[in-house]
């Protein structure tokens, strides 16, 4: 194919009024659905969960309130008021009830909170005593994981506190023929089933739930139907007025019965994209490939003339911004780790389909051209890559990449295809992939991948090596050994390894704890009815209904903990140059620089429980002595040289992310010790585990609970950002740590892997800087790379936000696997963005 | 035996990324020493072949090293992939490459055979004999023109241009391309007249079409402090883009394809 149009389509004024009528407020806390699924779970006691949870769900969507927002093309709102949110006490509530009182100015994800809504819901919350997903799943796990997540060794947060998420349903299916016939196809199910079968009882009954859901999504745009014809008739403005008419119409169509426009199409996307969001919190519901499901009916409409290039993108840029409508409130320690009031609504343009062939089609460069006119974090856009993605369409992309949006993001179909064929999808389905959240390839409408289940620090077991399984005063691991007995590299690396495989079998406990508690407690039959083969099996995706099934924890950390172990081998087993022993007390000591107060609490936690042992009790003032000597580190200044001299030394070592060949292979070796005994173990679901090598942001809070490490990384500082190298260590220019990255192996990392790089506008200037910017993500994908990403903005515009953030509401930055508006992001994570390298052409 | 690839060379930096020496994304091998003193040059430490010491930021430097062509080419080749991506390639700059021609020619030769394309960057200031020697493995000649008048230049650059002008009639003849570059530099060159003499001496070369004006900038201002030298061009300022934009419109009314920077 040729001749794609790669020029600009007119923006709207509308989308300027959205996106302002969008960002006008900060995001609120609304109490409706919280209330309202707690008065549907009090009628229902005693009846089957999948029963009580598609009652609940249609119990909300008839009496949530509505609301068409001024301006609105594509209609359909969880909350009042705009980017807001409605809260799930099924999964967790206690957390949000502890922060009522300064979830509005906490410095990550502010949310305003009325008293109104936190009386309403404290009196729903002590409904939920006993019955959610995060009790039954602490229950479920054995107390050495529950003690491994309390040390930080690895956060399970996300779906011990929410619903799961991370999913591409049958978006395609739905738009094709509506609830109406996935209804049909359900009752088929159903009208097969003989009551004497011994399944009969929860197959019938998850059938008859998965309908009930589906009505209860007909129903809810029915009631826009009613509302939008309301608000025709009282509107002046003719044109407004045609508008709601045309939007009544609509809402009476879809997404019941299949689309028969592109407007229909983008309505009935809307719907199912919104009301997976009502029915459990779980983020990441990723539209996918939204340029190749939605193109059928926008080639018709364009065929037939009844739609223009520009209204067909006016249409495309609403559904954009509607994206950004959606909101979540975390606990506040997840909301640093997910800074951005991020919901990582992956969709991605480009690739190829289950043939193998590149479907690179208009769609692909409108939705580049969507996320041109809203410049907003939402959807985090994605682009597919492979040898056969038109150069043009790289250009374009590459054009909103020097907009400094941080979007899109690239993938590499040569190593995520036969990733995932190698974790047993078929070719055709490989092919057809799509990405959940930040980088989580799964392929559409198929999959429960529980990409994101855990984050996994592997800085942490490299810290038990040196404490021989201490932490904080307590035994929370396996005895490896005194560290300074270790006689040889192989020894120290051994014990490292041991360390890892305790703690990964720990993670997989607690995930598969609380994979169980998701099953029996949260159900999800309106997502289940558009996942195959879960109406086949008669079991909701919970249960192991997807056809295929994952678990996917996410270790950080590779660049830091190979540093660490080449400084060991090279200036204790090679050089002996320092002993193990000199290690461990620079380490203890933060290389005697100032300790930050977590590592200090924790230290001194340490101390008094060893004098514990020894029989010495210590009272409350001595005990705050100890913690204030500890905080000043009053290191005698002999030592302090020595730590110097070491910190030089360390410094000088050749370090990942500089095409220094055996530092570079040293790291692949260190991503296997999480992804090769990872992919061992097998979920409740029946599926295998594999390794994602990603942080999100949480490299920056997690590195905040890390102490010193041998690779001079000081105590409390971040932990390097997925692949990436440690942040300025990188000295070398892109190509370099480019072809260092390349150098780790992405197909075993099949949960995705995140290298994160920060250009200068400068560098992507002009149509050159365009073409050598796009060879260099060529570059590394012909070395087998799996993701890259760019942040595209100077320092100075980036330090100019921080202290003038009013003037830079909308800077958008790329922080992870998603882009966020930068000043909504906490200081240190600003700082971090800030530090890493940024890379200009010389 | 004799091995081109053990060939003994002195540079002073390898830098990787480099989009503006030559088509698509190159590394650039710096060689020491050059046989001219240009008094805007941001490079001073390349000027001597000696290796000496330079002070940056309170910490001193060794400026130069002795490799071999085979060390370099280990370097050069880990870029490989991004040079067929992008049309790029290895880029000779320094000081001059002509100053250590045998390296130079091995380089060339050693790049060639591994499928690498070749630019030089140079004054051109070296004996035909020399450039007519390195021809052959050389894809590009980024030739250097920074003045038409003798006095001119040898005042500025230390050196007459007489050598640079004939050599770069028979570079035209011979080399497979030669485009010409020429430092923007105030009180220098920047007049509109200075630069048609330029334009016109390139547009009279045959085979050649392209010229490229690089504005004079000042980052190499410190490093005269770092080696304690003057630097000569105390506060002058970058020539600003409308007065480079009008440079190139003379330079295009030559007929020749013209263009701000590299």
């Known amino acids: 194919m040729s001749g794609f149009y790669t020029g600009s389509i007119t923006k709207s004024p509308r989308i300027n009024r959205l996106v302002e009528h969008l960002l006008l407020k900060m995001p609120e806390i609304e109490a409706e659905r919280a209330v309202l699924l707690t008065e549907s779970y009090m009628q229902t006691e005693g009846e089957p969960i999948i029963t009580r949870r598609a009652k609940a769900f249609k119990h909300i969507l008839e009496n949530i309130p509505i609301t068409i927002r001024p301006d609105e093309l594509i209609v359909g709102s969880a909350t009042k008021a705009p980017r807001s949110c409605q809260v799930f006490p099924e999964f967790s509530y206690d957390w949000l009830e502890n922060e009522f009182d300064t979830v509005a100015t906490r410095s990550a994800d502010p949310f305003y909170i009325s008293d109104e809504t936190k009386q309403a819901l404290s009196n729903v919350y002590r409904y939920w005593k006993g019955k959610t997903t995060s009790e039954l799943a602490t229950e479920y796990m054995i107390p050495e994981a529950r003690q491994a997540i309390d040390h930080n060794i690895f956060t399970p947060g996300n779906y011990f506190y929410n619903g799961v998420g991370h999913v591409t349903v049958d978006y395609a299916k739905v738009i094709e023929i509506g609830y109406e016939g996935i209804i049909t196809e359900a009752e088929l199910a159903l009208s097969k089933l003989n009551p004497g079968d011994g399944d009969f009882a929860r197959k019938s009954h998850f059938l008859n739930a998965v309908i009930l859901s589906c009505r209860a999504a007909c129903d809810y745009a029915a009631r826009y139907h009613e509302l939008a014809r309301s608000m025709a008739e009282k509107e002046s403005n003719p044109q407004r007025k045609q508008e709601l008419a045309q939007i009544s119409d609509i809402c009476l169509r879809v997404p019941a019965k299949g689309a028969t426009s592109f407007y229909e199409a983008c309505q009935s996307f809307w719907f199912v994209q919104m009301l997976i969001q009502m029915e459990s919190s779980g983020h990441s519901i990723s539209p996918g490939r939204f340029d190749q499901y939605m193109y059928p009916y926008y080639k018709a409409d364009i065929d037939s003339g009844a739609v223009t290039v520009e209204f067909a993108q006016e249409l495309m840029d609403c559904v954009w911004v509607k994206l950004n409508d959606l909101n979540k409130v975390r606990d506040a320690a997840s909301a640093e780790g997910f800074a951005g009031y991020s919901l990582f609504q992956n969709l991605i343009a480009g690739g190829q389909n289950s043939e193998g062939v590149d479907v690179t089609n208009p769609l692909s460069f409108m939705c580049i051209e969507a996320s041109m006119h809203v410049r907003l974090p939402q959807p985090s856009l994605s682009v597919r890559v492979w040898n056969g993605t038109p150069h043009e369409f790289l250009i374009k992309a590459a054009e909103l990449t020097r907009t400094g949006i941080g979007l899109p993001a690239y993938y590499n179909d040569e190593v995520i295809i036969p990733a995932l064929v190698n974790r047993g999808l078929t070719l055709a389905d490989a092919r057809d992939y799509c990405i959940i959240g930040c980088v989580e390839p799964q392929k559409a409408g198929k999959t429960e991948g529980w990409h994101d289940a855990a984050f996994f620090n592997m800085c942490r077991p490299l810290e038990l090596v040196f404490s021989n399984g201490m932490d904080a005063g307590k035994q929370i691991s396996i005895r490896t050994g005194d560290v300074s007995q270790f006689g040889t590299f192989q020894e120290f690396y051994d014990a490292y390894r041991a360390q890892m495989n305790y703690m990964i079998e720990l993670l997989v406990n607690a995930d598969n704890a609380i994979d169980v508690a998701h099953a029996e407690r949260c159900p999800l039959p309106y997502l289940s009815s558009m996942v195959e083969d879960c109406i086949g099996r008669c079991k909701s995706v919970q249960e192991g209904g997807a056809v295929y099934n994952f678990t996917g924890p996410q270790g950080f950390g590779i660049a830091n903990v190979t540093d660490s172990l080449w400084a060991i081998k090279t200036l204790v087993f090679d050089q002996k140059k320092y002993t193990l022993a000199d290690f461990k007390n620079a380490l203890d000591d933060n290389f005697g620089r100032s300790m930050p107060a977590d590592q200090a609490q924790k230290i001194t936690v340490a101390i008094v429980a060893e004098l514990a042992r020894l029989g010495k009790s210590l009272d409350e003032t001595r005990i705050a002595e100890i913690y204030k000597a500890v905080l000043n580190n009053q290191t005698d200044s002999e030592k302090k040289a020595a730590y110097v001299s070491l910190l030089s030394d360390i410094e000088a070592l050749p370090k990942y992310g500089n095409d220094v060949s055996e530092v570079d292979f040293f790291a692949r070796d260190v991503a296997y010790t999480y992804s090769k005994p990872l992919e061992r173990y097998e979920n409740p679901r029946g599926g295998q585990y594999q390794a994602g090598l990603y942080p999100v942001s949480a490299n920056v809070p997690l590195g905040a609970q890390t102490g010193a490490t041998p690779d001079g990384r000081l105590a409390g500082t971040p932990i390097a950002d997925g692949v990436s190298p440690a942040a300025g260590r990188d000295v070398h220019g892109p190509t370099a740590a480019c072809n260092s990255v390349a150098k780790l192996d992405h197909f075993i990392a099949s949960n995705g892997t995140l290298f994160n790089m920060k250009f200068h506008p400068s560098a992507l200037a002009g149509r050159s800087g365009l073409e050598s910017f796009i060879a260099l993500i060529r570059g590394y994908f012909d070395q087998k790379g799996s993701h890259m990403q760019f942040n595209v903005v100077s320092r100075e515009t980036l330090l100019d936000a921080q202290k003038n953030p009013d003037q830079y509401r909308s800077l958008v930055v790329r922080v992870a696997g998603y882009s966020a508006l930068f000043t909504t992001l906490s200081r240190s994570l600003q700082d971090d963005i800030i530090n890493r390298t940024e890379q200009t052409a010389e | ?262």
């Open chain 2, 1 to 262: 035996m004799t091995d081109y690839m053990d060939t003994l060379g002195r540079i002073f930096d390898i830098q990787k990324f480099s989009v503006h020496d030559g088509p698509g994304i190159r590394t650039i091998v710096f060689l020491k020493g050059c046989f001219l003193r240009c008094r805007w040059c941001c490079n001073p430490e390349s000027q001597r072949y000696e290796i000496e010491e330079m002070s940056t930021d309170g910490t001193v430097k060794t400026i130069g090293r002795d490799v071999t062509v085979r060390e370099i080419m280990d370097e050069v080749l880990k870029d490989r992939v991004y040079y067929r991506r992008s049309g790029g390639g290895l880029t000779i700059s320094g000081g001059e490459a002509l100053r250590q021609p045998e390296f130079t020619t091995a380089l060339l030769k050693a790049a060639k055979e591994s499928g690498v394309s070749t630019a030089i960057e140079s004054t051109g200031h070296a004996s035909f004999e020399i450039i007519q020697m390195l021809l052959p493995y050389l894809d590009l000649y980024l030739l250097d023109i920074k003045h038409i008048n003798p006095d001119k230049h040898k005042e500025f650059t230390g050196v007459s241009n007489r050598l640079i002008l004939e050599n770069a009639v028979k570079i035209a003849r011979d080399a497979k391309k030669l485009i010409i570059r020429v430092p923007v530099v105030p009180n220098f060159n920047d007049t509109p007249d200075e630069i048609a003499d330029i334009a016109g001496f390139a547009s009279s070369l045959p085979n050649v079409n392209e010229i490229h004006l690089l504005p004079y900038h000042r980052l190499g201002r410190d490093k005269y402090t770092g080696l304690g030298r003057e630097y000569r061009m105390g506060d002058i300022m970058p020539p600003p883009n409308d007065k480079m934009q009008e440079l190139c419109n003379t330079a295009e009314k030559l007929g020749l394809k013209a263009q701000i920077g590299g």
